[in-house]
């Protein structure tokens, strides 16, 4: 373990995404242990340092206490026909479903593979939809009493439409719950029912409990793309909610073609449940160079990105 934080050091990583894409990021070591630092492109100053308080968390201040020793997982299902969704279901050994739509004009796509994830859950699974605020008002008021109908009765809906505004508007006007993403500054009293956290872009696991205890809406655990080592912290945020009603969106790392630990270490949901740790695990070498990022202007970007965040 290092005294301080070794910053200069930051393995950079590039692990590529089933489907096609990368997933990029820097693995941080603290005196007490590692953090992900991996905001998505496109974050603006404020998150990206989030980002690197929440990979500073662990390795340094570590994480709360948790009240509870596992998690349940939902499956993630991406738009995919419905005999591949039926089967990453049925395969994946968990109750409940976080499966993508609006990703096309026709909402029978989406109809089709939601009727496809109902039947590999069964009649007592639990069907979640994420539009990914790709809907406008009206497109949204239109298709989710289709798809609940579909799945056979929705548990909620997640990120509607992109503005909050217009959030609250289809809240109003469905018979569906909708969740939404907390964000550090806003409020979600009016525009949803659930609230959403993610430890890195709202800053680690202490400020997340923050913003839960102060929205007042039951939460769920989701994450944004990141290896076993950041979803670690997803899952002690997870592990300290006073109340955890809901299956957390963390069955992600499958979609990626490797990871950054043993095999055997990999956050993989065993019977729809992930354990929850009191610090990462920590990488393996020969899987870091695996993954290594090679392209020296894109480890110089992640360099800089660092640099910038620290200030």
Do not use: N
């Amino acid at each position: 373990m290092k005294s301080l934080i070794d910053f200069d050091g930051a393995a950079v990583f590039a692990i590529p995404v089933l489907g096609g894409g990368v997933h990029e990021g820097m693995l941080i070591e603290g005196p007490q242990g590692w953090g992900e630092f991996s905001p998505a492109p496109g974050c603006d100053s404020e998150e990206t340092a989030r980002w690197l308080m929440a990979a500073m968390e662990p390795g340094t201040v570590g994480w709360p206490d948790p009240v509870r020793g596992r998690v349940p997982v939902a499956v993630a299902v991406p738009a995919v026909d419905p005999r591949e969704a039926h089967e990453i279901v049925r395969s994946s050994g968990c109750l409940s479903a976080d499966v993508q739509v609006a990703h096309s004009d026709s909402v029978s796509d989406d109809i089709a593979r939601l009727e496809a994830v109902r039947d590999a859950l069964g009649p007592d699974g639990v069907v979640r939809c994420d539009a990914g605020a790709r809907w406008d008002i009206s497109a949204a008021v239109t298709a989710i009493p289709l798809l609940d109908k579909a799945a056979g009765g929705l548990g909620y809906v997640e990120r509607p439409c992109a503005a909050i505004d217009d959030i609250a508007q289809v809240r109003r006007r469905v018979d569906v719950r909708v969740a939404m993403r907390a964000a550090v500054g806003t409020s979600i009293a009016e525009a949803a029912d659930l609230c959403i956290l993610s430890a890195g872009p709202l800053g680690g696991v202490r400020r997340a409990l923050r913003v839960a205890e102060m929205c007042g809406k039951p939460c769920i655990v989701t994450t944004t793309r990141v290896t076993s080592v950041g979803m670690a912290g997803e899952l002690a945020l997870a592990g300290v909610l006073g109340e955890l009603d809901f299956a957390c969106g963390l069955g992600t790392i499958s979609a990626l073609e490797g990871d950054v630990v043993r095999d055997g270490r990999s956050l993989m949901p065993v019977d729809g449940y992930l354990p929850v740790s009191p610090m990462p695990p920590g990488p393996d070498p020969a899987a870091v160079a695996r993954f290594a990022l090679t392209d020296q202007a894109r480890i110089a970007r992640w360099r800089d990105l660092l640099r910038a965040a620290q200030r």
